[in-house]
């Protein structure tokens, strides 16, 4: 890896912007939250693969999953739009929803976050400045703060200071720039959205694939974040069409414990003990780092022999996310093998990809 990619590699990764002990947080459910305390914050491939086909076994074991049970009776790979199509567009705005469905995405990932007065907005994280021109904003200047997470300082600006007509106030912007200058080109252009925004923006043969971000983080500062969700969502995506997806377990037990309805997808950085996993887990979502690690087939193979479809995210063609084997020059945003890296993840029989640009995937689905 030359210093240039990895440089972009590190600026890109960030850790949870808010601090609380996560350990005690549980179902904690504090009742007040105190927006401005600066500490402990209280508020291998090498042919194109046929047609969205899984060389799978039909005798796989089926956990009781209307939607994904579906897409395995059809050997398809579901295809999502990651926030959007969120390599054209900037990530989580009406036109990134609207460009990933055009590009042929059977999906929207929205990551959810809440304000402070209780409504799920989507972005990727509840720190926000480096995804909306709220920094340009005096009459926000003093909302500025620094947290402590694990000992380390992080400044910004966090959706738990904020009330839902403050942010729609915001405009959205790139949040990789220097790999993406022409997705930056269209920064202030929209505003940002809330969970029924975006469900407003959903054709109805579309599906949903919902992340919770950090639940057990915000019920310790008071939110009930699968309330939250159940009553925004407002019955509005039918179970065939619902995905929700959680580093969490608890929260996913949760949702399901409350009666919602649809199919459950536990995310992961690393290999996940299939046996721990709680009954009514419908699948896993593995970081694409370790199926393209060796040992990634063994990863899907698993997880299918036990009745689980496979998940893998982030696919994307520049430099700086291929795989070193697949990068081509040193230029972190120029675009390297891309479509070796896909085929491959593809050739593994993964059920449902990720991808910042639809069209890439479509394009290895038409070949």
């Not at 900037?90 to 999906?107: K, Q, Y």
Request: hydrophobic fraction near 45%; charged fraction near 25%; aromatic fraction near 6%.
């Amino acid at each position: 890896m030359t210093a240039q990619i990895a440089a972009v590699e590190n600026a890109t990764v960030r850790p949870l912007p808010v601090s609380v002990d996560v350990a005690k947080a549980g179902t904690s459910r504090a009742s007040t939250f105190a927006p401005h305390m600066t500490q402990n914050l209280a508020p291998a491939c090498s042919s194109a693969p046929q047609r969205r086909q899984l060389p799978m076994a039909a005798s796989v074991v089926r956990r009781p999953c209307a939607f994904i049970r579906a897409f395995y009776a059809r050997r398809m790979v579901l295809l999502i739009g990651h926030r959007g199509a969120s390599g054209h567009r900037p990530e989580h705005t009406a036109a990134a929803v609207r460009l990933a469905i055009e590009l042929g995405a059977d999906a929207i990932e929205p990551d959810l976050v809440p304000t402070r007065d209780g409504v799920l907005v989507v972005r990727h994280e509840p720190e926000i400045s480096e995804t909306t021109d709220v920094a340009s904003h005096p009459e926000f200047a003093d909302r500025h703060r620094t947290v402590v997470v694990d000992g380390e300082s992080y400044s910004g600006w966090f959706t738990v200071d904020f009330t839902w007509a403050e942010l729609a106030t915001l405009r959205a912007r790139e949040r990789l720039p220097a790999l993406r200058p022409e997705s930056a080109a269209h920064d202030g252009e929209e505003g940002l959205l809330r969970l029924s925004d975006l469900l407003d923006l959903l054709p109805a043969d579309k599906v949903l694939v919902a992340e919770l971000k950090h639940p057990a983080l915000f019920g310790a500062l008071g939110y009930d974040l699968t309330g939250m969700f159940i009553a925004q969502l407002a019955g509005r995506v039918p179970a065939e069409r619902l995905v929700v997806e959680c580093f969490e377990l608890p929260i996913l037990a949760e949702l399901r414990a409350r009666g919602l309805a649809a199919s459950y997808v536990y995310l992961s950085e690393s290999i996940v003990d299939l046996a721990s996993l709680p009954e009514g887990i419908d699948g896993v979502s593995y970081d694409k780092a370790l199926l393209l690690a060796d040992g990634g087939r063994e990863l899907v193979t698993a997880a299918h022999d036990a009745g689980l479809a496979v998940y893998t995210w982030t696919l994307r063609p520049e430099n700086a996310f291929l795989a070193a084997r697949h990068r081509v020059g040193a230029d972190p945003a120029a675009w390297g093998d891309w479509r070796a890296e896909y085929e491959e993840l593809l050739g593994l029989g993964v059920d449902g990809v990720f991808a910042d640009h639809p069209d890439l995937v479509t394009l290895l689905f038409q070949a």
